[in-house]
C-alpha cells in the first residue's frame, strides 16, 4: 500500500494527491482547488509541454510538480490517490498502474470506453482493493440529491414509474473547450462515442442510483450526427430507452442544443419531482394544484464536491457501495452504455443478458 500520511488542508485531512493527465478541462475545477488551499496535490503527469505550460502559468503551479510519467510520479511521490483527468481510453491504464501499488483512483465519467476495460479496470480494483470511483458535475447537485433521498425513502410520490434525464450543450467545440479536450473527445477510440458517452454517463448513472443498483432488462438507443461538418467522426445526439420490471428510464443526449440542460425528472405513482439545474427542485403531488418550486440548500462538507468526498472515501468516512461515484453503480452504467451503443449501431433494442452472452462469446 502506498503511504498513508495525508496534509491537513483546511478543516479537513487532504489526501496526497496526484493527477493523471491535463487534457479534460474539468481538471481546472481541482487545480482552482489547490490554487484555494483546498487540496493538495503532489505530482501531476503530463507529457504535453505546452499543456504543461498553460496550466503552470494559470495556476501558479512550481514546476517541480510536473512528471513525464506517471509511474515515474507514483514511484517518486507515493500519492495516496490519483485523480485521472485524461482521455476516457485512459482510464485503464492508470489503474493499472495505480492498484498494484495500493494507490485509490478517480476517473471522470464515465468510468472507461467499454465495458471489457470496465471490467478489467474493477478486477485490479477488488484485487488490490483500492477505491476506484468514478465523477460527475451532477452528483454534486444538491437538487439530484434531495430527489435521491425522496425516492429512495418513498417519500410524497409513491413508486418510481418514468425517469427522464436530459444532459446536453451546443457542442464542446461551441462551447468553447480546449483543442486538447476536443481531440480525444470527438475521437470514437479515445472517448468510446461522442454525446451517448460523454452526456448519456449522466443519465444512466442517475437512473441507476434511483433503481437501487437493479440492471435494465433492455436498452434501445438512436444515435444522431446533426452536424457532421464539426463532428464528422461520432454522434453529436442520442437517446436512449432502458426498460426495467416496473420502470422506464429515458436519458436524451446532445451536442445539438441551443443552452445548457442538466437535469432530472421522475414520475411516480402520486407524485412528480423535477431537480431543475443544481439549486431548483420543482415538485407537484397527486393532490396539489400547482407545482411547487423550492431552492435546495447546499450539500454538507464531505458531499459538497468531489475532492472532499475522495478525501472521505480514502480516510474511511464514507462506504461508497451503491453511492453514484461507486464502482458497482458504475459497472452498469458501462452495461447500459455498451448495449446503448450496440443498439444504435444495429438499430434493434439489446436485452443485456444476451449482450453478456455475446461479451462471454468474445
Known sequence: MAETEN????????????????????????LQRYQEGKISIVGIAEQDEELVQRYQKQFHLPKSLFYKSLSRLL???????????????GHVGVVEKCAPLGI??????????????????????????IYLLTNYETTWYP????????????????????????DGNAGPKEIGCSAEFLDWLTDPEMNGGGAIMDFGCYGANLMTCLMQGQRPKAVTAVTRQLKPHV????DDDATILLEYPKATGIIEASWNWPFDIKDL???GESGYLQAVNHDFLRKKGAGDE??????????????????????????GEIKPKGDLSSLENNLIVMEILEAARQSAREERRVVLEEQEKHLAED
Open 290 to 315: 400547482t407545482y411547487r418550486v423550492e431552492r435546495i440548500e447546499s450539500l454538507a462538507e464531505p458531499y459538497e464536491d468531489y475532492t472532499s468526498y475522495f478525501a472521505a472515501v480514502v480516510n
Open 75 to 89: 514511484q517518486i511521490r507515493k500519492p495516496v490517490a490519483v485523480m485521472a483527468f485524461n482521455a476516457i481510453a
Open 7 to 30: 496534509a491537513t488542508v483546511g478543516n479537513r485531512r487532504s489526501l496526497k494527491v496526484a493527477l493523471a493527465g491535463l487534457s479534460h478541462d474539468h481538471v481546472q475545477g481541482v
Open 104 to 129: 485509490h483512483v478517480m476517473v471522470e465519467k464515465p468510468l472507461a470506453t467499454s465495458l471489457q476495460d470496465a471490467e478489467h479496470m474493477a478486477k485490479l480494483a477488488r484485487q488490490h482493493n
Open 231 to 234: 463532428y464528422p467522426d461520432v
Open 143 to 166: 437538487s439530484n440529491q434531495e430527489v435521491l433521498i425522496m425516492v429512495n425513502h418513498k417519500l410524497n410520490i409513491g413508486e418510481v414509474r418514468k425517469m427522464v434525464v436530459h
Open 265 to 267: 425528472e421522475v414520475y
